[in-house]
């Protein structure tokens, strides 16, 4: 392993709150509105799962966007998300608020972003997570970059990557088989 990758473990290890925007990490991005304006938005099951899982491994699960959604409000219902942050400008200003409520500092939270509002937290979190197709700024400023896009799978992946770091994959694992 190398330096690079022991350090992005070491990270990894410490995580207790996993942050996420919405459009581009757990959606691919679109926007969809029907004729009477309402808004749809398409999650991927997987990144779902991964979710849930992480969950029952203890760690917690935060929203922060900048956008504000009735799907997002039923996704976060439908996988007992509790900490959800819509229509947040300045996403970093947030943390403050989010370690209040959480009882979790910056330094054992990871944050998952695609575009530029992203990074101002990106650089105040213990890791800062993009997705594999965030932009490239935001792919250059972070500490992990996945294989899966936005709304892909890229979720799952981060999931499975916290849990493995933290030695609970093989317990997960032994749910299912």
């Known amino acids: 392993m190398s330096d690079i990758e022991s350090a992005l473990q070491n990270k990894l290890k410490r995580i207790k709150l996993l942050l996420l925007d919405v459009d581009g990490v757990l959606t691919r991005g679109d926007i969809i509105y029907n004729d009477n304006g309402l808004e749809t938005k398409f999650f991927n099951v997987k990144d779902g799962l991964g979710l849930r899982l992480v969950t029952d491994a203890g ?14 409000n039923h996704r976060c219902n439908d996988l007992g998300i509790e900490y959800v942050f819509e229509g947040i400008e300045d996403k970093a200003a947030l943390l403050t608020r989010i370690a209040e409520n959480t009882g979790i500092n910056a330094e054992r939270t990871a944050y ?21 197709d965030a932009c490239d700024i935001v792919r250059k400023n972070a500490a992990m970059v996945t294989r899966a896009k936005g709304g892909r799978g890229a979720v799952r ?21």
């Open 112 to 132: 998952v972003g695609d575009d530029l509002s992203d990074l101002p937290i990106m650089s105040r979190v213990g890791i800062s997570i993009a997705v594999a």
């Open 157 to 177: 992946e981060i999931c499975e990557a916290i849990l493995k770091a933290q030695g609970l994959w093989e317990k997960t694992l032994n749910h299912f088989t």
């Open 59 to 72: 760690i917690k699960i935060g929203i922060v966007t900048g956008r504000s959604s009735k799907a997002l």
